[in-house]
């Protein structure tokens, strides 16, 4: 995938993203990295076109993300925790999303949604609703509900966030799995771990400013002052 971000600076109260640049080409699996509060979950928003910043420009993919409408048609966003309707099966969670905004017939939203809980292997939980599901089963039932919409690049910020360490094994692992799938991956995550082994490219921010990137060995040799620290309180 393709991301490039031009002096990108985002206020709410207060500038909590500072004139950010960065130009990725051809890594199809990037991690956001910094402690909580260094904008992590600002910048992925900008990035998947769910907020605009207060000023820069954003391309993905060579969409303009913040004036192409359109764009938000080929991506899918995982949430920290999983936002699911409490009322709706999981299966119609996914169904009902696909008949209102892609326009498929029922059975072909029924179809596509239970190919996709196949996937994350919720074979046997799609007709429950979430309260009777597992954090981790709810939490594969809202990524499979992204990949319904057959998107290009999945967003996923801390989407182990809510979970303990079994249950974020398990969603973890079923993200290693999505990779056969050849779709594109950004993602917050502070399982370092995870990071190693699944990211091909890793941005560490922290106040708003990208301050190391590049490949996760930069992990095991923190080049700045801010990474060694933040590498020492992950561990
Ligand atoms: N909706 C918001 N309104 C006001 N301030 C916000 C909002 N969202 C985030 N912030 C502030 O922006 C900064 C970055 O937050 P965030 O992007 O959530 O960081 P992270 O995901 O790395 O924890 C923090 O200081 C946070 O308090
Ligand atoms: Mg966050």
Redesign the pocket.
Same mark, same amino acid.
Request: aromatic letters at 6%; proline letters at 0%.
């Given at each position: 995938m393709k991301i490039e971000l031009k002096n990108v600076s985002h206020t709410?109260?207060v500038e =909590?993203l500072h004139q950010l640049n960065l130009v990725l080409e051809k890594y199809n699996a990037v991690a956001l990295l #910094? =402690? +909580? #509060? +260094?904008?992590? +979950?600002?910048?992925i928003r900008l990035m998947a076109g769910l907020e605009k910043p207060t000023s820069g420009e954003i391309f993905v993919n060579d969409y303009d993300v913040i004036h192409d409408e359109d764009y938000k048609k080929h991506v899918g966003f995982v949430f920290q925790s999983h936002n699911l309707f409490p009322h709706l099966t999981l299966k119609r969670n996914i169904s009902l999303i696909l008949e209102k905004t892609r326009g498929f017939s029922l059975e072909q939203a029924n179809q596509i949604a239970e190919d996709n809980l196949k996937l994350l292997k919720l074979d046997d939980q799609m007709d429950k609703i979430p309260k009777n599901v597992s954090g981790g089963q709810a939490q594969r039932a809202s990524i499979a509900r992204a990949l319904s919409l057959n998107p290009d690049i999945i967003f996923l910020?801390e989407p182990t966030a809510s979970l303990d360490p079994i249950l974020t094994d398990e969603v973890l692992k079923a993200i290693e799995e999505l990779r056969e799938l050849g779709k594109d991956f950004v993602l =917050?995550t502070h399982v370092i771990s995870f990071v190693k082994d699944f990211a091909n490219y890793v941005v560490f921010?922290e106040n #708003?400013h990208i301050i190391e990137q590049g490949t996760p060995k930069i992990l095991d040799a923190p080049k700045t002052n801010e990474l060694k620290a933040f590498m020492k309180k992950v561990r």
């Open positions: 709410y109260d =909590v #910094g =402690v +909580s #509060g +260094s904008g992590k +979950s600002t910048l910020d =917050v921010m #708003g």
